[in-house]
């Protein structure tokens, strides 16, 4: 490892309790403070991925946390990644790759034979870092998972990383959650465990006060941070809890708004596709379980990625939703599937090797792209930049896809031609109708590129006679919120403190 590397980890008394987000606002807190910084989480599972500048597939986690900390995301910041595939099973990405799709019993018993890369990739950054900040999974005391832990305390011992346990008061229980996961490691893991951060707090502080001493007496360990809930800064998420209905609340369309509805698929994922619409002033998005949501008063509907397209396409047939999206684009609104909703947007898809189905399994889509696709074995990885064919519009984003979409027919045209970024090689990609009203594409992060998502919005506001709005700047105000996240953190948390822990000298803001 790197001489004089130093390390700390972030573990959790459960999921969504805040782990990336806290590491996020290290990262940028470090990185503020002039050192070099990379983040690290051994194994993550979610359907909400990237591909990075090797070409390679990691968690969102990750890339949010190395552009918090000004570096380029790496396959070795995430060198195991787990994608659930909504039959049991996840598909598991070593360093980048696809490597194989296991069960839950089976990736259990199939987890120490990854160690030895985890490590190689821990290595890896530890000779360009001075200081690696590291993300635990779920909770850190699985009694019943940690025989073959590969991410939590297991991951912090091999490298001797200070821990710090965050939990989540708004959820409630917050001293069970504490006191509990205290109460259930082992000696060696409480040496380790330096305090704690309690986050997304919720009125006012005096009246915790109590509740710190309690905490601190009952463990012998400094509650380090009480954060405030926030709502005015804007991080992605790094999976779909973000979609539960509580978390993300109904809006009514409204007539002088671009009214988008979103299908929440089952195997919803790289939702925050669609995080940028949220962030316009007049578009009204909502995600739809039920059919019958799907009114006239929406202006465009989406459908996003999925980790399973033949499972999903079956539940759409199943739950109505294909009569109701036809009826819908028959109506002449908009219609937009990225990946895998491109896919269920044509006539079928076939899985003749058994990628996410039985063997030779095919299932019809919606018929509204005079498309097919057939999956293949191996999985297309890489960023691409190009242009619309009709515009010339310019988009830019990656493809992450098992399947191979072809026209079946001559209705419609392709909606962009495209390259990988350097390469010389371009091709035509993606799907339009004739009337130009439905549209499929591979392109993740397509509704980034200002002139596009302009473009889109615009035609849809001066069919109701809405104010046509000039392209607004993409995602780049998220390098803004990382400074918010950190001045947050630095607000609430005793920052020093942790810089302390980790055997670093101080160091100046």
């Avoid at 360009?128 to 832990?149: R, T």
């Avoid at 007496?217 to 809890?241: A, Q």
Wanted: proline share 5%; aromatic share 8%; net charge positive.
């Amino acid at each position: 490892m790197g001489q004089g590397t130093k390390a700390i980890m972030f573990l959790g008394t459960g999921s969504d309790v805040g782990k990336s987000i806290v590491a996020t606002a290290l990262c940028r807190i470090f990185k503020r403070r002039g050192l070099r910084v990379a983040p690290f989480k051994a194994q993550n599972m979610s359907n909400n991925s990237f591909v990075t500048a090797e070409g390679g597939e990691i968690g969102r986690a990750q890339v949010v946390q190395a552009e918090a900390a000004g570096v380029l995301p790496s396959v070795h910041m995430n060198p195991v990644l787990l994608k659930p595939s909504g039959s049991g099973s996840s598909q598991v990405v070593l360093h980048g790759r696809v490597a194989t799709e296991l069960s839950a019993m089976e990736y259990h018993h199939y987890k120490p034979r990854l160690k030895h890369a985890v490590m190689a990739s821990y290595k890896r950054l530890a000779e360009q870092y001075q200081v690696i900040v590291m993300e635990g999974a779920g909770s850190c005391c699985e009694m019943n998972l940690k025989e073959n832990d590969l991410v939590n305390f297991q991951m912090a011992l091999a490298v001797g990383a200070p821990c710090i346990l965050v939990a989540d008061i708004d959820r409630g229980g917050v001293f069970a959650q504490i006191i509990g996961s205290y109460h259930l490691m082992e000696k060696r893991e409480r040496e380790l465990l330096q305090g704690f951060i309690i986050n997304k707090f919720r009125g006012d502080p005096r009246l915790f006060e109590s509740g710190i001493r309690y905490i601190e007496e009952k463990t012998g360990k400094p509650v380090l941070g009480l954060v405030p809930y926030y709502e005015h800064i804007h991080i992605d998420p790094e999976d779909s809890v973000a979609l539960q209905p509580d978390k993300r609340p109904y809006k009514f369309p409204q007539p002088n708004a671009v009214n988008v509805a979103v299908v929440r698929l089952p195997s919803i994922s790289n939702f925050t596709d669609l995080e940028i619409l949220e962030r316009e002033t007049d578009v009204v998005l909502n995600y739809l379980s039920r059919p019958s949501e799907l009114s006239r008063h929406y202006d465009m509907l989406i459908l996003p990625g999925t980790k399973n397209v033949m499972n999903d396409a079956r539940w759409m047939a199943k739950r109505g939703w294909k009569g109701a999206i036809k009826e819908f684009a028959r109506s002449e609104k908009f219609v937009l599937g990225i990946c895998g909703g491109y896919q269920l947007l044509g006539q079928e898809v076939v899985d003749p090797y058994g990628v996410e189905a039985e063997p030779g399994a095919r299932v019809k889509g919606l018929g509204l792209l005079a498309v097919r696709t057939v999956l293949d074995r191996d999985k297309i990885v890489r960023k691409v930049i190009g242009k619309t064919i009709d515009s010339s519009i310019r988009v830019k984003g990656y493809e992450i896809h098992m399947g191979r979409t072809r026209a079946c027919k001559e209705q419609g045209q392709p909606f962009a031609r495209i390259h990988e970024p350097g390469g010389k090689e371009k091709w035509e990609e993606g799907w339009l109708s004739e009337n130009g009203r439905i549209l499929g594409t591979y392109i993740h992060g397509v509704l980034d590129s200002p002139g596009f998502r302009a473009w889109l919005l615009n035609l849809i506001r001066e069919e109701k006679g809405l104010e046509p709005k000039k392209a607004r700047p993409g995602r780049l105000s998220r390098f803004k919120d990382y400074d918010k996240l950190a001045d947050h953190f630095e607000r609430y948390c005793d920052v020093e403190r942790i810089i302390g822990f980790m055997g670093l000298e101080p160091v100046e803001k």
